[in-house]
């Protein structure tokens, strides 16, 4: 009679505390971008609920997690050996999702601390933190903390309406911080660098959200403006509005 052998429907990777030793070796880089992420999501609360750390120090440690999370991006993306001193290298740079958040840690580094600042950066961390969550629960078995698999599902399922609010909130960011500028919340050059970022955003590649939330503002101001029973003053302002920043938006280039 032959012996059973043990491993005879074993066909998959190891799982458990050895195999996860083995992924984070493999992987630092993405590693500590999950690491760095789940720090930022935890500032950010720290923030909103001061208990066991200053809110104002919370505020800027998120932002400083965020800078190294983007700053570990681009090395991911532009490796140093292409780093060159081009014209062609700075357009590609800023091509780049990850310049554009680490441009927007360093813009709000020296502000008075406001929770819409944190928002855009908390739901990417949140989104990005759970997403690898699901790797390394994968990497120690596919019945380890079902729980946590229900809130990473639930985020995932959400992922769509979690870019679309970041975008809104980038976008109504704008207005508040030249209103910061004017009481003194902020330098007066913080106004002219973010509208910047905005226009980076609203050229991305890779990420369309902040362009389609211009386009839906957009829609619904024409709309609001083209009821019978809207004020000619008020309908004159928003169709102004509506041009304004419609001459304010970069060129996009469309690809094929």
């Known amino acids: 009679m032959a012996e059973p052998n043990p491993q005879a429907g074993d066909t998959g990777p190891p799982k458990g505390i050895p195999a ?3 992924h984070v070796i493999a992987n630092k880089i993405d590693v500590a971008l999950w690491g760095i992420r789940l720090l930022t999501v935890l500032c950010t609360i720290g923030y909103v609920l001061p208990i066991f750390n200053n809110a104002s120090a919370a505020f800027y440690k998120a932002l400083l997690a965020n800078a190294a999370t983007s700053a570990l991006r681009l090395h991911q993306r532009i490796p140093a050996r292409e780093i060159a001193v081009s014209r062609d290298f700075v357009n590609r740079f800023f091509l780049e999702d990850s310049a ?6 360093l813009i709000f580094m020296n502000v008075t601390p406001h929770i819409l600042i944190l928002i855009p950066i908390f739901l990417f961390a ?3 933190a759970a997403s690898y969550s699901l790797t390394i629960l994968d990497t120690l078995g596919q019945n380890s903390m ?3 698999r229900l809130l990473i599902s639930l985020v995932e399922f959400q ?3 979690i870019l679309r609010v970041a975008a809104l909130t980038e976008i109504v960011l704008f207005p508040i911080v030249v209103i910061m500028a004017i009481t003194g919340n902020c330098g007066y050059l913080t106004p002219f660098v973010y509208y910047y970022f905005v ?3 609203y050229a991305s590649r890779r990420n369309p959200y902040t362009r389609n939330t211009f386009r839906e503002l957009r829609v619904l101001a024409e709309n609001t403006a083209a009821r019978p029973n809207m004020p000619a003053p008020l309908r004159s302002a928003l169709l102004s509005g509506v041009n304004f920043v419609c001459s304010m938006a970069p060129p996009v280039e ?3």
């Open 159 to 161: 992922s769509r309406n």
């Open 199 to 201: 226009m980076w955003r």
């Open 100 to 105: 554009h958040y680490l441009f927007y840690s």
């Open 126 to 128: 949140l989104l990005h």
């Open 254 to 256: 469309v690809q094929q």
């Open 20 to 22: 996860l030793k083995a």
């Open 146 to 148: 079902w729980v946590a």
